[in-house]
């Protein structure tokens, strides 16, 4: 498997699982499509022991979604290039929040898979220089879209199908996080 220690079978769990007459694979297709982990686990699903246990609609999807994640990561990745060139032009600088964090970490670790295909691309910038970086962003041909603000992210972007986000706070204030410390 793709994920060392997955569902290890030396005890012979993983057939016990896998086999359950009440294991809901619809809801593990949703878990698994939902969370953008269908790249780094069909390897798993594609696994002798596991493919014997696993049905073929279950293997297809996962298979389909698979490629989806990757045509979006490639996106993904062309999209932050061209947000790290404005960020650049404009002598500011970002923080990469959540998937999109893990994905560059992933890459520059030498993995040749990501640990998950992010939905969209959240980065946090300074409150003083998130409009400004915005304003640059859409004369970049980002398109901007009709969505109220949060009150931790100005309102959305989009370049193709990636969604951006620019944080002014990565979470609302009511965590009580100390992003300062945080950042």
Not at 116 to 140: F, R, S, V
Request: charged share 25%.
């Amino acid at each position: 498997a793709s994920i060392p220690g997955l569902l290890p079978d030396s005890t012979g769990r993983r057939s016990q699982l896998l086999s359950r007459p009440d294991l809901d694979w619809q809801q593990v297709l949703r878990t698994i499509t939902g969370n953008g982990l269908a790249r780094p686990l069909t390897r798993f699903f594609e696994s002798p022991d596991v493919s014997a246990l696993t049905p073929a609609f279950v293997q297809d999807a996962i298979r389909n979604a698979s490629v989806a994640e990757s045509v979006k990561l490639l996106e993904v990745q062309k999209t932050l290039r061209l947000i790290a060139t404005c960020l650049e032009e404009a002598g500011a600088e970002a923080v990469l929040l959540k998937g999109a964090a893990l994905v560059v970490q992933s890459l520059s670790d030498g993995e040749a898979i990501p640990c998950k295909t992010p939905g969209d691309i959240d980065l946090y910038i300074d409150p003083d220089k998130a409009n400004a970086i915005q304003e640059k962003l859409l004369e970049n041909g980002f398109e901007g879209l009709v969505a109220d603000a949060a009150s931790h992210h100005l309102p959305l972007l989009r370049k193709g199908t990636i969604l951006v986000e620019i944080h002014v706070r990565i979470l609302p204030e009511f965590w009580g996080l100390p992003e300062e410390a945080m950042l």
